[in-house]
């Protein structure tokens, strides 16, 4: 009787902390959520005249979402044990540089009025 005993004794010390294991896997999710933002920074320019800058501005803030951020997401998962999610969020510099870049068609870092006012027009 006492082989018996101790037999049990030993599977219920072994068996308990596998049982804990596993329903805590089987009931457990593990979730990481990051955000990162990633912002260039803005392309240095001037401007000929305030009616260069006005007419630019304008124009940026007719692009699409105000010009604003654009996010990329990767998301992986295992259903009821693991998640995790990544996302990436591009600051509004990038527009801006954009901008800049397709407005400034002489690449010498100022804008002016008609470089402006030919960037507005592509711009609806």
């Known amino acids: ?27 457990g999710c593990i979730h990481t959520h990051e955000t990162i933002v990633h912002d260039d920074s803005r392309t240095p320019v001037s401007f000929e005249n305030d009616t260069a800058a006005r007419t630019f501005y304008e124009a940026l803030s ?3 979402n105000g010009g604003q ?39 010498d870092g100022k804008i002016t009025e008609q470089e402006a006012r030919i ?3 592509t711009v609806k």
């Open 69 to 107: 951020h654009q996010e990329s997401k990767t998301e992986v998962s295992i259903p009821i044990v693991f998640e995790h999610e990544r996302k990436v969020v591009r600051g509004p510099n990038q527009a801006f540089n954009q901008a800049v870049s397709r407005c400034d068609t002489d690449r």
């Open 1 to 27: 009787m006492a082989g018996r005993a101790s037999v049990s004794l030993f599977a219920m010390k072994t068996l308990l902390p596998l049982l804990v294991v596993a329903a805590s896997l089987a009931t």
């Open 62 to 64: 007719r692009l699409p």
């Open 119 to 121: 960037y507005s027009q």
